[in-house]
DNA sequence: CAAGTAGTTTAGAATAATTATAAAGTAATT
DNA sequence: AATTACTTTATAATTATTCTAAACTACTTG
């Protein structure tokens, strides 16, 4: 129930004091039952309209990127004008709909056969978007 | 051999009249026996480092888009700080190296099961990308 | 608990890719 | 050859993101 420790010990992990800002920001993002994906200005956003605190741009950005390279979040790599990131950590993959830049998560869709890396090279991870449009 | 007039039916195709700045980049994209992944900076320098040519940067970047609604180029969204174009239009999937930014095409990989597509959408194509880096 | 220090926030500047603009130039049509 | 419609270009505008340095705050230690 006390989510406060909960958000304090991502933050640790995460190499970050936990502050004021930051403990918004982790309100926003890790206390909705349903995982979601944003961008940093949906983010924003969120905590300006929802939690009631302005927070600098350049706090999100930090804090986002801190988490994402804890784990925390993901990338999510659909658009080139735009970084999205996803609270849903596990494997999993996404549809994506081109025209509403709507993304809609699915089971991992695994692959018939795996090709083989280059030479030297090993595989980190396989991203599947499976794009889609309105009929 | 006179590839002049395949690029001037592919500007015509895609809308465009045939200028010299037009048929330059496509000397660029098209005359390479091998297929090949730039940006629109790699593109610009080839043309005027190779084919010492200047082209204006929305030229090359009106040229480049024209091509990619027309199936003669692909967009490959692997990063979000620049737009990567493939001059391979076949079905395929890449290998990406996190670190080099470099990209490898590889034969399209088929998945196990295609998931149902939310109702309403039809899936227009799906994306594998699988990120390697060096051991 | 009062400093001190090390990390943090912030506004605003800097950067970088991309898109828009409008004047000067060129291809195509007559 | 003249007219028209499309192009190119330099430059400005836009947008997302990162950087910076000064003001601020959490944490540690005496």
């Known amino acids: 129930m006390n989510n406060l420790n909960i958000y304090k010990e991502k933050l640790r992990e995460s ?11 982790c309100e926003a993002l890790f206390s909705p039952k349903e995982t979601f ?3 940093i200005n949906d983010l924003s956003k969120i905590i300006e309209e929802k939690l009631d605190e ?3 741009l350049a706090t999100v950005y ?6 994402k390279k804890n784990g ?16 849903n950590t596990g494997t999993h993959s996404h549809f994506f709909d081109i025209k509403n830049k709507e993304l809609i ?29 309105s009929e």
Do not use: C, M
């Open 15 to 25: 190499g970050l004091r936990p502050t004021r800002q930051r403990l918004k920001i």
């Open 37 to 39: 994906h944003f961008t």
């Open 54 to 56: 302005k927070i600098s």
């Open 62 to 67: 930090n804090t986002v990127h801190a988490f």
């Open 72 to 87: 925390y979040l993901k990338e999510i790599v659909i658009a080139t004008d735009k970084s999205y990131f996803d609270t």
């Open 105 to 133: 998560d699915i089971n991992q869709v695994d692959l018939k056969d795996i090709p083989n890396p280059p030479t030297g090279k090993k595989i980190k991870n396989i991203d599947v978007i499976i794009n889609v449009e």
